[in-house]
């Protein structure tokens, strides 16, 4: 007998549910330009978080990756941002705190990372149902920037089509198809808009929808480093438009082996703290003492 859980809560979402998001929706595409304060929290209060398979990070987190706005993940190569971007797959997929019943996710991905056989392994790890994690992953591949960005009038319709069920977008990585199209110096300026452009279409689709995003972002080196001495010279690629753009940033370095250390960049309501977890063969995961 199969002991597996089938996560079949994922289609079935209360009308009044369903109604409390179309509300959002219809106030968030302008027919309200103002809400009181108090609506204002009412609507916070349908956010959620998604867990990130490892309890530390979580902390560090505030609970897990929030809905409603656009989190990223930057770090040199190897750091685990691909990684994190599975185990965010499927632990999407959980019921988790504050009655969130877990959800379908969406997954662009940028440079040919995206590993199905990895998502596999990682619902083994939770017990769920292999083939019913993969079914609720809807996976697209982007080719150039400009195809990520049409990409998104996709993921929007279906959002809309169903309408509570697709709880977490990822782009891995948002930055990487930028980069080559735009990579000629006197391009900045055109990067940046087009950039701009796009984020300010995910940030709506984050809170009209009430799904968390997830981006993971490349660095470079900062030729302005030696004269600030930083302690670390590099810093993530994208400039201001991408600082703002996202609501909490976390910076990933390698730790021993497997270990990560995640570190709060910028976020408006969490402190500078760092946490580690682990690689493992199940995904993101707390290190072992
Ligand atoms: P770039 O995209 O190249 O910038 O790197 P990234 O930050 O996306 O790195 P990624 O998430 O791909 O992490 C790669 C790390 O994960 C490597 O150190 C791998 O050894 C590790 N890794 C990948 N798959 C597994 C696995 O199945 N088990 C374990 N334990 N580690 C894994
Ligand atoms: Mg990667």
Do not use: W
């Not at 209360?14 to 009181?36: H, M, N, P, Q, R």
């Amino acid at each position: 007998m199969c002991t597996k859980k089938k996560l079949c809560n994922i289609k079935g979402i209360s009308e009044a549910k369903v109604d409390k998001i179309k509300e959002v929706a219809v106030k968030v595409s302008g027919d309200k330009a103002f809400l009181t304060a108090l609506e204002y929290a009412e609507q916070r209060k349908t956010c959620f978080r998604i867990s990130t398979g490892s309890h530390d990070l979580d902390m560090l987190l505030g609970g897990g990756l929030e809905s409603m706005a656009i989190s990223e993940a930057f770090g040199e190569f190897r750091t685990g941002k691909t990684q994190l971007s599975h185990t965010l797959c499927v632990t999407a997929q959980l019921p988790g705190a504050n009655g969130y019943t877990g959800g379908k996710v969406i997954f662009i991905d940028t440079e040919n990372t995206f590993r199905p056989d990895r998502l596999r392994s990682i619902a083994d790890r939770f017990n769920l149902d292999q083939e019913a994690v993969l079914d609720n992953v809807l996976y697209a591949r982007a080719y150039t920037s400009e195809h990520q960005f049409e990409l998104l009038d996709f993921v929007a319709a279906k959002f809309h089509e169903e309408m509570g069920v697709f709880k977490l977008l990822v782009v891995d990585s948002i930055m990487a198809l930028f980069r080559v199209d735009f990579s000629g110096r006197g391009e900045l300026a055109d990067r940046q808009q087009k950039l701009a452009q796009m984020l300010s279409r995910l940030q709506k689709i984050s809170e009209e929808y009430n799904v968390a995003i997830f981006i993971t972002n490349q660095m470079t080196a900062d030729p302005g480093a030696t004269m600030s001495f930083q302690a670390d010279p590099k810093k993530p690629i994208g400039g201001h438009i991408l600082a703002h753009a996202s609501t909490t940033r976390i910076s990933l370095r390698k730790g021993r082996g497997e270990l990560r250390i995640a570190k709060i960049y910028d976020s408006p309501d969490l402190p500078e703290n760092e946490a580690t977890f682990a690689i493992t063969g199940g995904g993101i995961a707390d290190a072992k003492e």
